[in-house]
């Protein structure tokens, strides 16, 4: 039991750490530095338990794989490089989407994506 604490501890550290989500791939070569010999099935068995005890979140990118970030982030956006396919946080919002919805249709959330380069991919 103590492993399975010492994989979570670390790979729970590398995505708060990161301060942007992460893939399962990106958990992975973070998490080895601090567990050496810890493998993809690992990272997907911890992801699970740590997204069911609330510890972590889901960010679904459209068209591509799913990312993890620390959970109780307040509201935010993401902006997804298309040069090295990471995903940032953007800690603003284009204000009231209410404009946006249909009439008659009920707003309940909204989730917005950035694409384009980063600073180091530009």
């Not at 010999?37 to 972590?56: C, P, S, V, W």
């Not at 009231?96 to 530009?122: A, I, N």
């Amino acid at each position: 039991m103590e492993r399975n604490t010492r994989q979570r501890k670390a790979i729970q550290e590398c995505i708060a750490a990161a301060g942007r989500p992460l893939s399962p791939q990106e958990i992975l070569e973070h998490a080895q530095g601090a567990v050496p010999g810890i493998g993809m099935a690992t990272i997907y068995r911890n992801i699970k338990a740590m997204l069911e005890a609330g510890d972590i979140a889901t960010v679904s990118l459209p068209g591509g794989g799913d990312r993890y970030e620390i959970a109780g982030h307040e509201h935010h956006h993401h902006f997804h490089c298309r040069g090295c396919d990471k995903v940032y946080e953007v800690h603003a919002c284009p204000g009231d989407m209410k404009k946006l919805t249909p009439e008659g249709f009920v707003l309940e959330s909204h989730e917005l994506t950035l694409y384009g380069l980063c600073s180091q991919c530009r």
